[in-house]
């Protein structure tokens, strides 16, 4: 993930009843428009809609709270400014998958992974290989970036469902994201907890190993019994992308630089400018009649892709999505979702509702067990209150910090479950940034892949497990 800021203003004193009036109709909207109308009740933006009436009621309770337009202001324009870079990052993302679709890479990519990753070990191998690049980069974004967009493309052109590929994806993707020292998140839950990175790291791995063995043996499982292409229709499948690109490993040149980039812990921005440039370069070097077949020629054509998307034409249905480059302008629903939430998150997080439903679950602590249940109840809701896994982390880690120092535990305790809770069921939730990131730049929605991911959902029920059998809970003399 990004770096960004975030804060919570005092507590506004509203009634847990109040606080709760604008959750509970963004949920009851959300309900009736994802399970009644196919679609959505006011067209592809309905999500986008409702967030924003969501936040038209959360002023209107603020308003009878005394909480001013211009705080509200503040809060919304704050949120936005967090999200400023992630914004960016997509329209590159974008970018990215035109260039290197239009070059070739990702079609190099699928050639060759087609060649090595069989169907009996794919999803493992999927899973074992976002957690390698995910450790190494310290990003659940990036790895989605990169090799998850060649994974997906392989998998389904396995025959594999989309949600399974994407599932593996995001699990091992997640597990890097949690336990690689360069991650943000990995940063900032030890900082809101009070205790020392590695400590953080350490005493993750108690729940977070078994999190991914659970996933990692569900993957081996759905390999073996899931129906995938035949070795005759994988054969067709090479025919065809040989027969519409130039395949050589030199391709690989524009991901390993990305990466390696990403490794060297240059910025995100630059990192992926540059492999957005790489990708142009290497489509007029080595798919000169890719580029001629686009519409307007060469040159034109290569930079429609890049900002409006392309669809390279096809018979073969199985390569349909893969032929497919959203450009920037394919990104703007999913930025577009990601600046509503942040315009109802902010103007929750003004009026004072966030900090109040967190403390009201907090009062609910009544044992060591039910603060660690009432943490991760405060995380789940927060990442689909406030659409922002940041939040999700800093709230609850502000409020619970001296819950658990008056119980005697050691503030890794809280750190590892903000981790557990916080960071890895942010993709589970469709409004979230991270989880419309992550349908967006994947191609595959929430609903598809949720069930599918299984480290994500688990982790939050290892850390419940743990609690409930004391297993590792330290308390603050074997911390010191």
């Keep these: 993930m990004q770096n960004t800021q975030v804060s919570t203003p005092e507590n506004k004193e509203l009634s847990i009843w109040e606080a709760l009036i604008p959750v509970i109709i963004l949920v009851a909207l959300l309900a009736v428009n994802n399970i009644t109308y196919e679609g959505g009740m006011w067209g592809q933006y309905s999500n986008h809609l409702i967030l924003l009436i969501g936040a038209f009621v959360a002023a209107i309770v603020g308003f009878f709270n005394a909480t001013t337009l211009k705080i509200m202001g503040k809060e919304i324009l704050e949120n936005l400014r967090s999200v400023l870079i992630p914004i960016l990052i997509l329209f590159l993302v974008g970018a990215l998958a035109a260039s290197w679709l239009i070059s070739g890479v990702i079609p190099a990519m699928v050639f060759y992974g087609l060649q090595v990753l069989k169907p ?19 990003s659940s974004w990036n790895t989605a970036a990169t090799v998850g967009i060649a994974l997906v493309g392989i998998g389904i052109a396995l025959g594999l469902h989309p949600g399974m590929v994407v599932g593996a994806i995001l699990s091992g993707a997640y597990f890097g994201d949690k336990l690689s ?25 108690y729940t977070t190993i078994p999190s991914i063995l659970v ?14 292409s035949g070795d005759a229709e994988v054969g067709e499948i090479l025919v065809q992308l040989e027969e519409t690109f130039v395949i050589n490993p030199w391709l690989f040149l524009v991901p390993l630089g990305v990466i390696l980039m990403i ?6 921005l630059y990192s992926l400018s540059i492999g957005v440039l790489l990708g ?13 077949s686009l519409d307007g020629g060469k040159v034109v054509g290569a930079f429609k892709a890049i900002f409006l998307g392309v669809e390279i034409p096809t018979e073969y249905e199985n390569l349909v999505k893969l032929y497919q480059g959203k450009g920037m302008g394919g990104m703007l629903w999913t930025i577009y979702l990601i600046i509503s939430a942040m315009i109802f998150g902010g103007v929750m997080d003004a009026i004072g509702a ?24 405060s995380c789940l809701g927060l990442n689909a209150i406030a659409s922002d896994q940041y939040l999700a982390i800093v709230i609850p880690g502000k409020m619970y910090k001296d819950a658990f120092r008056d119980r005697d535990l050691a503030p890794e305790n809280l750190s590892r479950t903000l981790e557990d809770s916080g960071t890895v069921t942010s993709a589970l939730v469709p409004w979230n940034t991270c989880g419309a990131y992550h349908a967006s730049v994947l191609g595959v929605g929430v609903a598809e892949y949720f069930i599918y991911a299984v480290f994500n959902y688990v982790s939050p029920f290892m850390t419940l497990i743990v609690a409930a059998l004391d297993i590792k809970i330290r308390n603050l003399a074997q911390a010191k």
Excluded: E, W
């Design 120 to 138: 009996s070990i794919f999803l493992p191998a999927c899973l074992i290989i976002c957690v390698i690049v995910s450790l190494a980069t310290g």
């Design 181 to 205: 020292p360069l991650s943000d998140t990995t940063n900032l839950a030890p900082a809101m907890a009070g205790t020392t990175l590695y400590t953080h790291i350490k005493y993750m791995l």
């Design 263 to 268: 490794f060297l812990k240059i910025k995100p």
């Design 215 to 228: 996933a990692l043996i569900v993957f081996v499982i759905l390999s073996f019994t899931s129906k995938t």
């Design 280 to 292: 142009l370069v290497f489509a007029f070097i080595f798919q000169p009649s890719v580029l001629s």
């Design 354 to 377: 966030l900090s109040r439903i967190t403390k009201s679950m907090l009062s609910l602590a009544k044992s060591t067990f039910g603060l660690f249940a009432s943490t991760v109840i």
